[in-house]
């Protein structure tokens, strides 16, 4: 933060520099022509590094919000490297997978919108440095027509003259607000950066979890049109007996309703799948095509181990906490600008030319003029006004910490959230495997012992239907399992990113 005391000595050292130098300032005046002496200007050139040394930066310099973080994750069971280290195509082994993400990574338009917009601020970072440079204009005139009695540009003898002049202006940056702008558009760079790599890790997590979506659809159909064959063939054998009278109208009806809900299933999945094909689509930037498939659900590799790594590395990893936090370093610089706003701008500011009222004389030494000195402007009546814009600019500051600090809340969050998913989806996965492999065993118990005569079909209908939906919820089993680490590698960051 700026002592003020400091900067009422550097106002009157600035003060007494002005002074000092308005009398080798004042051009030397030889005839009609006008230049610096040499000696002026080279006391000039001292003056820039005086001036430069007595110079600050207004506003705080930013440093990283202190964040109180744990020594681990709370549902973490497994120590080691982060799966996080891990490059994406190295976590997902599935070579169908690997090339639409791939595809989705040259194509997606999101992701080109994020590129342009960083080329973007990289070109508005170069306009923010130029302004450490002098600023220089070049105008000529020609006179072809008309009269203006009575006006003359100040230093013609008439309007009507040839003439190219020089326009030179150079802000001397006292206070520091072009550094501090220059530090804020840095800082608007690498959070346009950061917000990217965002965008690509959460296109290839999209991409995965889109692809085993349809993998479970895949698996989901073929087991419902299993379940339609056989409750087809139910439904005939059905018919059968009731003609002779071995079954009632009921059992009919409730084997024909078993066989309309698997054809619904069957419908339902079908539009489930060809939705998430377009869906799919659209993230790889093509119009809606059909997903080739490689591997199945069941048959995808995760690895074995799935240590999350320390809490720590979360905050140098994960590109939305780095985006919040690079934007909360720009907010902080706006601060200094604002305060840089208050006080006088130094520039030093000068012009050369020719004029001549004939073309033919206009480069001749006698033609020549140019004059040059020290600017100084200050805020007046607009003072209160640039004060509420230091108000605006530090409570902007204060909501980018607290979007950074809830950033890294929702990350935490999420990175918790996604490893009690994998455990439980694990052990879920498990617990229903060997409720299917029960299932199997008990309908195949019930078949037998109503072609005994010992039961009737209805003990086959009720372990058909319960098999059939314990198949459907370990496929959803097995993709959320998948997912959860697609999450959590996710969460943590990702590993090797474009």
């Known amino acids: 933060m700026m002592n003020f005391k400091r900067v009422d000595t550097i106002s009157m050292a600035l003060l007494r520099l002005i002074r000092f130098s308005q009398g080798f300032l004042t051009p030397c005046l030889s005839g009609m022509k006008y230049y610096y002496c040499q000696n002026s200007w080279f006391r000039m050139v001292w003056l820039l590094p005086i001036l430069l040394l007595a110079s600050c930066a207004m506003g705080p310099d930013y440093a990283r919000p202190r964040i109180d973080i744990a020594d681990n994750f709370r549902m973490t069971e497994t120590e080691g490297q982060s799966i996080a280290n891990l490059s994406w195509w190295e976590l997902l082994q599935d070579e169908e997978l690997r090339h639409l993400i791939n595809q989705a990574l040259l194509e997606n338009k999101d992701l080109k919108q994020a590129v342009a917009s960083v080329e973007e601020l990289q070109a508005r970072l170069n306009i923010a440095r130029m302004d450490f440079l002098p600023k220089m204009d070049v105008s000529a005139n020609a006179p072809v027509a008309g009269k203006l009695g009575g006006f003359a540009p100040p230093g013609f003898p008439s309007a009507f003259n040839y003439f190219g002049q020089t326009t030179l202006n150079w802000e001397v940056d006292i206070w520091g607000r072009i550094r501090r702008s220059n530090e804020a558009a840095r800082a608007d760079l690498l959070a346009r950066e950061e917000n990217r790599r965002a965008i690509v890790l959460t296109l290839v997590g999209a991409v995965a979890q889109a692809y085993f979506d349809l993998l479970q659809f895949d698996m989901q159909l073929d087991i419902a049109r299993r379940a339609l064959s056989s409750w087809e063939e139910s439904v005939n054998i059905s018919r059968a007996q009731l003609q002779q009278g071995v079954v009632s109208r009921l059992d009919l009806d409730q084997f024909e309703a078993e066989r309309a809900n698997a054809a619904a299933r069957v419908a339902e999945l079908d539009r489930l799948m060809i939705?998430?094909?377009?869906?799919?689509?659209?993230?790889?930037?093509?119009?809606p095509i059909s997903i080739v498939r490689g591997r199945s659900l069941t048959e995808q590799l995760v690895p074995p181990e799935i240590p999350a790594g320390l809490?720590?590395?979360?905050?140098?990893?994960?590109?939305?906490?780095?985006?919040?936090?690079?934007?909360?370093?720009?907010?902080?610089?706006?601060?200094?600008?604002?305060?840089?706003?208050?006080?006088?701008?130094?520039?030093?500011?000068?012009f050369l030319g020719v004029a001549s009222p004939s073309l033919s004389n206009l480069l001749l030494s006698d033609s020549k003029f140019g004059v040059g000195g020290i600017g100084l402007a200050g805020p007046l009546l607009n003072a209160q006004s640039l004060g509420f814009q230091q108000r605006a600019a530090e409570a902007q500051a204060k909501q980018a910490l607290a979007q950074y600090e809830q950033t890294i809340l929702v990350a935490f969050k999420e990175v918790e959230d996604a490893l009690v998913a994998i455990r439980t989806a694990n052990e879920q996965r498990k617990a229903q495997q060997e409720q299917v492999e029960a299932l199997r065993s008990a309908l195949s118990?019930?078949?037998?012992?109503?072609?005994?005569?010992?039961?009737?079909?209805?003990?086959?209908?009720?372990?058909?239907?319960?098999?059939?939906?314990?198949?459907?919820?370990?496929?959803?089993?097995?993709?959320?399992?998948?997912?959860?680490?697609?999450?959590?590698?996710?969460?943590?960051?990702?590993?090797?990113l474009p």
């Open 275 to 287: 939705q998430k094909e377009n869906e799919l689509s659209v993230l790889l930037g093509r119009n």
């Open 311 to 350: 809490p720590s590395e979360l905050l140098q990893r994960r590109p939305d906490i780095l985006q919040a936090e690079q934007t909360l370093a720009a907010a902080t610089a706006r601060i200094g600008v604002a305060k840089a706003e208050r006080f006088p701008k130094i520039s030093l500011t000068g």
């Open 445 to 496: 118990t019930a078949d037998l012992r109503y072609q005994g005569g010992i039961t009737s079909y209805v003990d086959v209908l009720l372990a058909k239907r319960t098999l059939f939906d314990a198949e459907f919820a370990l496929m959803a089993s097995h993709r959320l399992h998948l997912v959860s680490v697609v999450q959590l590698y996710k969460a943590l960051g990702g590993g090797w």
